[in-house]
C-alpha cells in the first residue's frame, strides 16, 4: 500500500513540476497563465530580482531541478525497487515542503500550494513508514 502511494506521489508530483516548469519557459512572463503578480512579488521579495526574477525562465529552471527531475527520479529507484528508493522519496517530500514554506512567504497561503504542502508531508510518511518496515 505504501509502496503505491509513494510511487504514485511521485510521478504525480513530478509530471506537474515539469509542466510547470515548461509552462514557465513557453510563457516567461506569466500573462498566459496568470502568473504575472506572483512574478511581481518574486521581485519585491527574493534577492537579486533583476537577475532571477526579470521573468520565469529561472525559477522553470529551479522548479525541475529540485522538484522534477528528482520525484521522477525517485519514482524509477521505486519501479526498481533500489535501496535508497524510500530515502529519495524522504528526501523529496522534505523539500516539497520546504519549497512550499518559501512560497507561503513569498505570496501567502493559497489552496494549491497548501496541498502540495500536504502532499509533500504525506510522501515524507509514507517513505518512513516504508523504511521502518524494512
Known amino acids: 500500500m505504501m509502496l503505491k502511494l509513494e510511487k504514485f506521489l511521485t510521478l504525480f508530483i513530478g509530471i506537474g513540476a515539469v509542466g510547470g516548469a515548461v509552462m514557465m519557459w513557453i510563457d516567461p512572463t506569466g500573462v498566459a497563465w496568470g502568473g504575472e503578480p506572483l512574478l511581481e512579488l518574486l521581485r519585491a521579495k527574493m534577492p537579486w530580482p533583476d537577475i532571477f526574477f526579470h521573468n520565469f525562465i529561472p525559477s522553470g529552471f529551479v522548479?525541475?531541478?529540485?522538484?522534477?527531475?528528482?520525484?521522477?527520479?525517485?519514482?524509477?529507484?521505486?519501479?526498481?525497487?533500489?535501496?535508497?528508493?524510500?530515502?529519495?522519496?524522504?528526501?523529496?517530500?522534505?523539500?516539497?515542503?520546504?519549497?512550499?514554506?518559501?512560497?507561503?512567504?513569498?505570496?501567502?497561503?493559497?489552496?494549491?500550494?497548501?496541498?502540495?504542502?500536504?502532499?509533500?508531508?504525506?510522501?515524507?510518511?509514507?517513505?518512513?513508514?516504508?523504511?521502518?518496515?524494512?
Do not use: D
Open 63 to 134: 522548479l525541475l531541478a529540485l522538484n522534477g527531475l528528482p520525484q521522477i527520479a525517485a519514482a524509477i529507484l521505486l519501479f526498481k525497487k533500489l535501496p535508497l528508493a524510500h530515502w529519495t522519496v524522504l528526501a523529496c517530500g522534505i523539500i516539497l515542503m520546504l519549497w512550499i514554506v518559501l512560497e507561503w512567504w513569498v505570496w501567502g497561503f493559497n489552496a494549491i500550494s497548501n496541498l502540495y504542502f500536504v502532499l509533500g508531508l504525506v510522501e515524507a510518511v509514507a517513505a518512513l513508514i516504508s523504511l521502518r518496515r524494512k
